[in-house]
């Protein structure tokens, strides 16, 4: 069993992992749990949502990416500032 950082190439497996699990993928970056050379579950490391393998026993490989996610979570980037109205100067006559 490995977990790593997934990569594009892991896109399909991930969706067709949500698609089992009745949910739709939660938003990357995601960590995944691989058995056999095959992803059976991942986490989102932005939400902590977890895309699981219904027909496989994944609770284990869940609560390891849940446990190690906790390590790398990322934090959404902020929004951008507003920007500011400029101040107003003073003028002397």
Known sequence: MTLRLAEGRDDVALEGLAQLDSRPLPPGPHLVAERGGRIEAGISLAT?????????????????LDCHAGQVRVRPEPAPAAPRA?????VTA
Do not use: K, M
């Open 86 to 90: 400029p101040s107003p100067r003073l």
């Open 48 to 64: 902590g949502e977890l895309v699981a393998d219904p027909f496989l026993r994944t609770a284990e490989l869940c609560e390891l």
